[in-house]
């Protein structure tokens, strides 16, 4: 199974950038869609976005679209979260997930089987 750790998180002001990073070990990346989730406190997990193993797909939730951009470097086995013009609304925990077979898609948080840890994002108003 895939093993994987997100990084990027932090502190920024409304209007900030930051970029997430979910790189993997184990199998390799490229074989799994990729989907970026998060939960701020009291609130259920959320599908952010989403990417295709081939990276030729990608979906966006509503609240983040034209904002947010996933990608991903399968060369270095790692997805990316670029998060332009963030809100205070952003605040959260922010997790990169994978579904449980190869070359599975889904934009639904329980069709996600394999998690990492979560980093912190909080947008100061």
Known sequence: QVQ????????VQA????????AASGPTLSNYAVG???Q???KEREFVAAITW?????????????????SRDNAKNTVY?????LKPEDTAVYYCATPAITFAYAVSVD????WGQGTQVTVSS
């Open 81 to 85: 979260l670029q998060m332009n013009s």
């Open 40 to 42: 701020a406190p009291g």
């Open 54 to 70: 081939s990276g030729l797909r990608a979906d966006y939730a509503d609240s983040v679209k034209g904002r947010f951009t996933i």
């Open 111 to 114: 069709r996600y089987k394999y």
């Open 36 to 38: 970026w989730f998060r």
């Open 4 to 11: 994987l750790v997100e990084s990027g998180g932090g502190l």
């Open 15 to 22: 209007g900030g950038s930051l970029r997430l990073s979910c």
